[in-house]
């Protein structure tokens, strides 16, 4: 899955707590008194404190960088097509999974693609690299699977195929793959890059197959797997490709140290203050606490 798939588990939820502001306004009346947006503020401080740096810290991140780098309303769609196309039927459970919304979660990807832009402005890649690269590069395929523990079962799987059984309804029997049992094996599309989250024997497995092919028993370390690639897209030329595969080139040389650095760099360009005593450490690096104190463990 994708890097930003793990990551949204921070940033999702702590977006929703930085819509209370810290003055007096009134969110709750009642006969027993009033609650006002301070109030609020300062609960959620003392019982989300965590989750309000991380708060701050993602709209801090997005004011800075969005003076820098622009992200166009296209740009923001085509990583939201790529998203629904990767998590496929599972896309409406991960939006509610993590109380997102197609505006919310556009949002997310906004922040993603600026600091992308940000990672990847000082890395270079040369023609002879992209050609290279694109004679290696693999299609999207779209692919399912069922995961058993041992090699009997494998062959007992695909001899119940061979017989005309339906993939999806052995999978939710038999597969032990918890991520896309219940979902008839589906992994959704797996693009050129997602194929490296996979253990190599299921990458080789997919190289070979054609579309509507089911593999013989695939072991790997964690089990056998049975796979079918359901449909598969067509590999353009270079030309039409380039502009991506440099994208996805200039990604896989990212260091994630240095695009720390750079985003310390730009926070410090923008003098950045946390006026909130109980939110100093938002931007402290766990390196070099202000003032030379430890940082408090929350």
């Given at each position: 899955m994708k890097k930003w798939i793990l990551s949204i588990s921070l940033a999702a939820g702590a977006v929703g707590l930085a819509g209370c502001g810290a003055d007096g306004n009134v969110v709750a009346t009642s006969k027993a008194g009033d609650v006002t947006q301070k109030e609020l503020y300062e609960a959620m401080k003392e019982k989300y404190s965590p989750q309000m740096e991380q708060a701050l810290q993602e709209l801090m991140y997005k004011n800075v960088l969005s003076e820098k780098y622009e992200i166009s309303d296209k740009e923001v769609d085509k990583e939201l097509k790529k998203a629904k196309e990767q998590l496929g039927s599972q896309y409406d459970a991960f939006l509610a999974q993590y109380n997102l919304n197609d505006e919310s979660f556009k949002d997310f990807l906004e922040l993603e693609l600026m600091r992308k832009k940000l990672a990847t402005s000082d890395i270079k890649?040369?023609?002879k690299e992209l050609k290279e690269y694109y004679d290696k590069w693999q299609a999207p395929v779209k692919v399912r699977h069922i995961l058993v523990k041992d090699e009997k079962q494998a062959k007992e799987v695909k001899d119940k195929l061979a017989k005309g059984a339906k993939?999806?309804?052995v999978a939710k029997e038999h597969s032990s793959d918890p991520g896309s049992a219940q979902k008839g094996g589906d992994l959704g599309w797996i693009d050129n890059q997602g194929r490296q989250q996979f253990v190599p024997e299921f990458t080789k497995a997919l190289a070979e197959l054609k579309v509507n092919q089911v593999s013989e028993p695939v072991k790997s370390e964690f089990g056998y797997h049975i796979i079918e690639v359901m449909d598969k897209k067509e590999k353009k030329p270079f030309k039409e490709l380039k502009d991506q595969l440099a994208e996805e080139l200039k990604a896989s040389k990212v260091d994630p140290a240095a695009t720390?650095?750079?985003l310390e760099k730009e926070?410090?360009?923008?003098?950045?203050?946390?006026?909130?005593?109980?939110?100093k450490g938002a931007f402290e690096s766990p390196e070099a606490p202000a003032q030379g104190k430890p940082k408090e463990e929350k």
């Open positions: 890649v040369s023609d993939f999806e309804e720390q650095k750079k926070l410090k360009a923008a003098d950045v203050k946390v006026e909130d005593k109980d939110l």
